[in-house]
Every structure is written in C-alpha cells, then in structure tokens.
C-alpha cells in the first residue's frame, strides 16, 4: 500500500458518503484529505509512525486515527461499512461522466437501479426523461456518458499507471541479476491513455528475477508464469507483463515492445529490403555491425535514432533516414510556468505555497491564473480580489531573486465571445488565459464563432485547454480547430498545452495540425495545489510525441521575451 491507495480510499468514502445524502461539509473533509495525502512529499509511513500526520493541512483526528489503520492493517472499518451499505453498482454508476452521486441515489430510488446495464436499459426505454429534474437531453447525455466509459473501460490514465510502472522499474533495476530494464509499450512512448504494464528485463537468471518480481506485487493475481514471461493482475485491475530476455536480445525486444505496430512494420520492411529479418529477439540474415542498443539498430537500418514518442509511423522513418528529425523539447526547457491557481480561487495551496513549490522545481518565473468572476463554482476573482492578489505578488517580487511572479487570470470566455473582465481590468494584468469552461453545448459554429472572436482580443496571450475535454469522462465541445489554429496563428496567441493528465488538452495528433498551421505553444501544469507542476512532465510528453521543439514553446523563453510576445499585440 502507498499513498496513491490511501488517496483512492478517502476519494471513495466521499462519493459514498455523498450518495447516502451525507453532510456535505463532511464529504469536503475526506475530498480535502485525499488531495492532502495525494500531495504529500514526505513518506506518508514515516508520518504515521510519527504520529504527525494530523499535522498535515485536511487532516483531522478522525481522519487521522482511520488513515493509520488503513496503513497498519490494510482495512479501515468505517470504509467496509460505507461499501456495505450502499448498492454495489452505485459506485460504478458514478463513474459516468455526468451523472453525479445525487443524480445517482435518485435513480436507484426511483427507477431501482444498481447497475450501469440497468441504467443504460432504462435510458433507451425512455425511463430516465420522465423523472422530475432529468428530461430527454439529460437522458441523452447519459446514454453518450455510458458509450464514452464503454469506449475507455479497458484503459487508464497513463498518469495513473506511470507511477507503479517507473515504481516496479526502479525496484527491479536494484536486482543484481537485472542487467538492464525499461517500461515499454504506450507508457514509454507517452500515450494519454494504457491498456496494460510492459516491462522488459535483461537477465541470465530469469527464474530468479520472476521470482524477486512476484514478492514486489504479492497483492496480485497472477495469471501466467514461465521462463520468459509473467502476467499478473493487480488489485486494481491493472495487467501487468513482465517479460525476460537475454542481455544480447535485449535492444530488439526493446524495440519490439515499445512499439507502435505501425512504425514496427515499417522498420522490418526496411531490414528486409536490405536482406535482414528483424523480430523481437534477434536482426538476422546479412552481416551488420553489432547491436548493443537501440541506436545500434536504427544506425545498422541507415536511420538515425528515433525517439520512444515520435514512433507512431507519422514520418518518423523518412525523417531519420534523410537525418531530418527534430531535437525535441524537454522537461528542462521549460523556464517559466503560466498556468497555475492559488487560494484566492479554486487552488488548495496559498500564493506563497505555489511560489516556493515552483522555485523548487527550478523555474525562473511564475505566472498566476486565478480564475475570474463568473465562475463561481471556482470561487473567480472580483477587481478586489484582484488587487489583493496584486499586492501580495508585489511583496514576493520585491523580496525573492530567484522567482518572478507575473499577475495573470484564467478568463472566462463568455457564450458570445466577449471576455469576462472588461478591457480596463485585462490591460492591467501581465498576460491573460482565455478558457471556455461553460455552454458546452454550443453548435460547431457557434463554438467556434466565440473562441476565435476571443483570439481576437488583443489582450489574449494563451487559449487554455482547447477542446474541454477529460480524458475517459467527456469528449471535448464541438469546434473547428483549424480555423482556430488559423486564428491563433495570425494574432500570436499561444495555444495550451495542458498537462493536468485528466485533460493532456490539446491532443498530440491536433498538435501536429496546429504546428503546421504555424501555432506557437506554451506548456502549462493548470496547477491547483503545490504538488501540481510534477504534471508537467505529461504535458512535455504531448509535445514530444508532436515533433515540438524547445522554440516552439513560449514558456522556454526567459521571463523578459516570454513577456514580450505575449503582451504583442497590445502596443
């Protein structure tokens, strides 16, 4: 158990809680103490043994006492009971997108529903539209919630697997018989979403490492064991492969499994042309140089290296092989961050908080993004609020030498395109975040027609996460994005990259568009709490996989030209 299982219980005793009509003040404490636990740097074991961990800002004694217990045992009572005395299927229902934990205790008071499959039946009979708060579209939306989960129920967010990927890794690397080992497969070429683990395991003695690896995962099932591979399930669900190879078969396995098919094929259609046979263990056939790694066996096909996120056969080959690739943006090219939020709206961290975190990240300047006043659900910003903030920004900068905190907003596009603070509050803030978080529901045209009519606003600097959508839970609104990227183009607004990994909006394939519409980028982590700039690693992941470079990205720049660009077209 780690602090990951820890946040996923309390996240659960809340949507329990809520769907048997709790205080909703309660159902906040255990939100707030899963976000505490999920942020938590220090080991949250030690914590516990110290008996420290009510010390942690959102956690209570209450919360506290049933945490250690969990730890301890591995069972929390007050837990058990909750899940015993709800209907089984409610938790699964709640996972569709749209339908919350009241809208859930309705239905199965009303219609008597305990399933996903009941509730889908009921909603193709029509059942749903009749009751009272629900109608046809409502029902509607329901329908397409249930098709949206069916689509992703055997994947995950890469996000929620990477961590136990790079976890097991790093435990099997410490193995002295491990020669080598990597994560394959969608994680190691930074798809937004998994269907499984791949990991690949250079040994001489694999009955050895199979065993070390079982003792790492004894909570799992294991579906198949034998000398080159293992299969196991973990209590999540996750399936996990653990495959072995001998040390000299390793950079082609390696290659193998990362995949994508389609690049795959290419490569082996190119061994062969060149009167080679390339599968998983071995490059056969005519007589080539050794192969001791990857770049080896690019190098012996006449290509250069291609990295793990661009093999996706989208050029990736006819660029290696007339040396033409890009050298891609890293994690370490990001300078600055413009796309955070603090207390003063919807964060869980205080402004402070967010600039000492960002500074230990290593970034140069910090770009604030509050959301503004019509939303409300996020707590936005009045003109007050906003010069409180200012005020306090004033004070950082006045003091710190190592980070430079810019006065941002997360503005609210309006339904018709207009922006929610009027032009006399925008021209006072450094740069400003366009974001269209409600009508959801517009037309293509009509969409489209209010973000471009906003790009158009001289004082918009960045369009955060274009398209609204959440990975596995909502597709994003209906928009025309090349006129977009068109748009956002020629006015030099920066289109987001955002890597809050439930969202990784804009979507790599539309990166690609964008970029060859000639859009320029800026990579944001969208944090809410101090924790969140570690995101920006799956943001950098979505820009690699779209050929970017580290002068495609505004946030790569220092803070004076970053500025610069941004504040254009206000001249």
Not at 31 to 49: F, K, P, R, S, Y
Not at 406 to 427: C, F, H, M, T, W
Not at 463 to 468: E, I, Q, R, Y
Not at 485 to 514: C, M, Q, T, Y
Request: proline letters at 3%; a neutral charge.
């Amino acid at each position: 158990m780690d602090k990951r299982d820890v946040s996923r219980i309390l996240e659960e005793i809340a949507t329990l809680l809520e769907l048997k009509g709790e205080n909703p003040f309660k159902v906040r404490a255990y939100q707030n103490a899963a976000h505490a636990i999920d942020g938590l740097t220090e080991d949250l074991g030690e914590i516990i043994e110290a008996g420290t961990l009510t010390e942690v800002p959102g956690i209570g004694e209450s919360t506290a006492q049933r945490v250690s217990e969990l730890w301890k045992t591995g069972h929390m009572a007050f837990y058990e009971a909750l899940v015993d005395s709800i209907p089984p299927g409610y938790l699964d229902m709640v996972r569709v997108p749209g339908l919350g934990a009241k809208r859930v205790r309705v239905l199965g008071e009303k219609l008597e529903i305990t399933s996903i499959a009941e509730l889908k039946a009921a909603g193709e009979k029509g059942l749903i539209r009749a009751l009272k708060g629900f109608g046809e579209q409502s029902e509607r939306r329901i329908l397409e919630g249930i098709a949206l989960l069916e689509k992703g129920a055997d994947r995950s967010l890469a996000s929620q697997v990477r961590p136990i990927a790079e976890e097991l890794i790093a435990k099997l690397r410490d193995h002295a018989d491990v020669l080598e080992a990597e994560v394959g497969g969608s994680l190691r070429r930074w798809l937004e979403t998994v269907k499984d683990v791949d990991l690949l395991v250079a040994t001489e003695k694999p009955d050895k490492v199979t065993k070390a690896f079982l003792r790492l995962v004894e909570s799992a099932a294991i579906i198949a064991s034998g000398e080159t591979k293992t299969s196991i399930r973990l209590p999540s669900g996750l399936a996990v492969d653990l495959r072995l190879v001998l040390p000299k078969q390793f950079p082609f396995a390696l290659h193998y499994f990362t995949g994508s098919v389609a690049h795959n094929v290419r490569v082996r259609s190119r061994a062969l042309d060149r009167g080679m046979s390339l599968n998983e263990y071995e490059l056969s056939g005519k007589r080539h140089a050794p192969v001791s790694n990857e770049g080896d066996l690019f190098r012996v096909l006449g290509l250069a290296y291609i990295e793990p996120e661009l093999r996706e056969n989208r050029g990736e080959i006819e660029a290696a092989e007339t040396k033409t690739l890009p050298k891609l943006i890293t994690t370490r090219d990001i300078r600055g961050i413009l796309h955070c939020h603090t207390t003063y709206s919807d964060g869980r961290s205080t402004l402070v908080e967010m600039a000492e975190a960002a500074v230990a990240w290593g970034a140069s300047y910090l770009g604030l993004a509050d959301h503004s006043l019509s939303a409300r659900y996020a707590r936005g910003m009045s003109e007050a609020d906003l010069a409180r903030q200012w005020e306090e920004v004033d004070a950082w900068n006045a003091k710190s030498k190592k980070l430079r905190i810019l006065k941002g907003a997360e503005v609210d596009i309006l339904p018709d395109g207009s922006l929610d603070y009027p032009d006399r509050v925008l021209q006072k803030l450094d740069y400003v975040v366009a974001s269209v978080h409600t009508n959801l529901n517009m037309s293509e045209a009509e969409m489209t027609k209010r973000v471009t009519r906003a790009l158009r606003n001289r004082y918009v600097s960045i369009l955060a996460h274009p398209t609204g959508r959440l990975l596995l839970e909502r597709d994003g609104y209906p928009i025309a994005l090349e006129e977009v990227f068109k748009v956002a183009a020629a006015e030099g607004v920066f289109v987001e990259i955002n890597s809050n990994p439930h969202r990784l909006d804009l979507d790599w394939r539309e990166v690609l568009k964008a970029k060859a519409r000639g859009a320029r980028f800026a990579i944001n982590p969208d944090a809410h709490h101090a924790s969140g700039y570690a995101d920006l690693r799956y943001g950098v992941g979505v820009a690699r996989k779209a050929w970017l470079t580290q002068g495609d990205v505004v946030n790569t720049l220092a803070v004076d030209r970053a500025l610069a660009l941004m504040r254009s077209r206000r001249a």
